[in-house]
């Protein structure tokens, strides 16, 4: 079964700091590969998606990720965070119509 | 922009009774998905509906059923509920015109079971 792995269930950053957050994927045909954002009790809100083409995709609030496909990783990076963005996020793959398989999530913590 | 909408936001319902949430797509959307989320857990796919049909599911009970109506709208149905359904309830939405098939997720519904 295709899964979803997110090795970091926290993680915790100083305000103004860079951040990545690790997300691999099982090995399968080219997955459309997602990141999404949730802060506590809300839905959530869909950061960048990547599908195919170029594999460095621009999401928003300033997040980015780059698509390794010889690392079947899906990396989520911020050049500076801010203190709004102490949340859960979730890297998830599938497509079409299908349900969307998730990882754990890592826990976002950020210092002052 | 229009989201979309999951009613109610809140539900307490006691053991062995049945429960109904609702789920209105973004406006154009046709596939809607279920999905429920444990305290501090991801969340887990339930089942999804493509044009009124069932398109996949997933780790949905028997004592669960959905459908979708002819405005796209959906309803999860939920009998003879257990303490362990006592989760988030997300509804998705995304349109068979986007090739990402992108999934915009609703506010949820918490489902309290006593």
């Known amino acids: 079964a295709q899964s979803v792995t997110q090795p970091d269930i926290h993680i915790t950053v100083s305000e103004g700091a860079s951040l990545e957050l690790r997300c691999n994927y099982s090995y399968g045909a080219t997955p459309y590969l997602f990141w999404y954002v949730q802060s506590p009790g809300q839905g959530l809100q869909l950061l960048l998606k990547?599908?195919?083409?170029?594999?460095l995709v621009q999401g928003i609030k300033g997040f980015e990720a780059e698509f390794k496909r010889s690392q079947s990783s899906f990396n989520l990076r911020k050049p500076s965070v801010h203190w709004s963005d102490a949340a859960e996020y979730f890297c998830?793959?599938?497509?079409?119509?299908?349900?969307?398989?998730f990882g754990k999530g890592t826990h976002l913590i950020i210092q002052p | 922009a229009a989201g979309v909408i999951q009613s109610p936001r809140h539900l307490i319902k006691e053991k062995r009774e049945t429960a109904t949430l609702k789920c209105y797509p973004i406006?154009?959307?046709?596939?809607v998905y279920w999905y429920q989320q444990g305290p501090g857990q991801d969340p887990q796919f339930l089942i999804s509906f493509y044009e009124k049909m069932q398109s996949d599911k997933g780790s949905i009970p028997d004592r669960f059923s959905a459908q979708q109506f002819s405005d796209y709208h959906s309803e999860l149905n939920m009998s003879s509920l257990e303490l362990g359904d006592s989760a988030l309830y997300f509804c998705?939405?995304?349109?068979?015109?986007?090739?990402?098939?992108?999934?915009?997720f609703g506010p949820g519904t918490r489902l309290t079971v006593t």
């Open positions: 998705a939405s995304s349109s068979s015109g986007r090739t990402s098939y992108e999934q915009y």
């Open positions: 406006p154009r959307h046709d596939t």
């Open positions: 990547y599908f195919s083409g170029d594999t």
């Open positions: 998830a793959r599938g497509g079409g119509a299908d349900g969307l398989t």
